[in-house]
C-alpha cells in the first residue's frame, strides 16, 4: 500500500518512515505544501497523512485544493493543533480524520486501515474472490486451500490486484502501488514477484494478459 507523509518535520518523519515501512507500507515523504499538492493530484495514494503546520502552502490550503481539484485519497491529518477549531475545519475541508501529535503508532496505523477499508466500502478487512481471500490485517492469503502471511512487496502486489478484481493493471500500475519514489525498481521486478507468489500457490491465482497486464479472477 503506498502511503503519501506530508510533514516539513525531520524527526517526525523519520520516525514514521520507519514505522509505517515496518508495518509493509511504501512510503513518498514531501515536506512542503506545494510538493504535497502536486503528489496528491499525481498519484493515487491508498492514505495521506498531512500535518497543517508546513512551509509553503499550509496544509489546510492543501488539503482544500486537493478536494477541489476531485482528489478523493483519504486524508488523515496529523498536527499538533489541537485547537477545536482546527479539528472541525479540517474535517469540513475533507479530512477523513484527526490525530493529534504525540500520537502512539499503533493508534495511526488502526485509523489508516479503517481509511483504507471505508474508501472501498467494505465493511471487513478481507478482500474476496471467489477463489482467494486477503486479510489486510495480518497480510495472509489464502488460496487453494492454501494460507500463507505474505513478505511485504508480495502482498502489495497482491493488494493492488485483490482490490480490483476482474481488472487488469499494467505493470506500470503495479509498481506505481508498490514501490515508493526514487526506489530502484528492476525491470523485471513485477514477474518476480509474480513468479514466487504462483510458486506458493499455484499458477492459476494471477492471470497474464498478454501485452496489457495482469489480473486475479473475481
Ligand atoms: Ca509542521
Do not use: C
Not at 31 to 57: F, H, K, M, N, S
Amino acid at each position: 500500500m503506498r502511503v503519501l507523509l506530508i510533514e516539513d518535520d525531520n524527526l517526525i518523519g523519520n520516525g514514521l518512515i520507519a514505522a509505517l515501512s515496518i508495518a509493509g507500507m511504501s512510503v513518498d515523504w514531501v515536506r512542503d505544501g506545494l510538493t504535497a499538492q502536486e503528489a496528491l493530484r499525481d498519484v493515487g495514494y491508498a492514505v495521506a497523512l498531512l500535518d497543517l503546520g508546513l512551509p509553503g502552502i499550509d496544509g489546510m490550503a492543501v488539503l482544500k485544493a486537493a478536494r477541489k481539484q476531485g482528489v478523493e485519497t483519504p486524508v488523515l491529518i496529523i498536527t499538533a493543533r489541537d485547537a477545536l477549531e482546527s479539528r472541525v475545519a479540517g474535517l469540513d475541508l475533507g479530512a477523513d480524520d484527526y490525530l493529534v501529535k504525540p500520537f502512539e503508532m499503533p493508534e495511526l496505523l488502526a485509523r489508516m486501515r479503517v481509511l483504507v477499508r471505508r474508501r472501498a466500502g467494505r465493511a471487513t478487512l478481507r478482500l474476496s474472490t471467489n477463489a482467494a481471500e486477503l486479510d489486510t490485517g495480518t497480510h495472509e492469503f489464502s488460496y487453494n486451500g492454501r494460507t500463507e502471511v505474505l513478505p511485504t512487496r508480495e502482498y502489495a502486489l497482491l493488494h493492488a490486484l485483490m482490490d480490483r478484481p476482474g481488472q487488469i493493471l499494467s505493470r506500470a500500475q503495479i509498481e506505481e502501488r508498490i514501490y515508493g519514489w526514487g526506489e530502484e525498481v528492476e525491470s523485471n521486478a513485477v514477474e518476480v514477484l509474480i513468479h514466487a507468489i504462483r510458486r506458493k500457490f499455484g499458477k492459476g491465482v494471477i492471470l497474464n494478459v498478454r501485452a496489457a497486464g495482469w489480473m486475479v479472477p473475481k
